[in-house]
């Protein structure tokens, strides 16, 4: 069953670029990930310092793998670095 994981991120200013520059390393390494499936971010258009990230997978099982892989634990620290709160991940899967 395929899922879908929505990731809630709210930056502090000035640290945008260098969001974005994470983020595409790690959709660069998600997308050589077993049941990646696509990916997108989006920019809040009443915040410009929250951003989503909506990725696709196979199944559970492959998102989870890529959750406690070690090049993303490796950006997770990076990226949190950045933020002004916790992010908020959701799983969601088709109803």
């Known amino acids: ?9 709210e930056v502090e200013p000035g640290q945008e670029i ?3 520059q994470i983020l ?3 959709r660069t390494m998600a997308m050589k990930t077993k049941g990646y499936i696509s990916g997108e971010t989006l920019r809040a258009v009443d915040n410009p310092n929250k951003f989503v990230v909506i990725s696709n997978w196979n199944s559970l099982e492959d998102w989870k793998a890529w959750e406690k892989s070690a090049e993303r634990a490796s950006l997770q620290q990076a990226l949190s670095n950045l933020l002004l709160c916790k992010e908020k991940c959701t799983v969601l899967s088709h109803f």
């Not at 069953?1 to 991120?9: D, F």
């Open 1 to 9: 069953m395929t899922i879908r994981v929505l990731i809630e991120r």
């Open 18 to 20: 260098k969001l974005q």
């Open 24 to 26: 595409s390393q790690a």
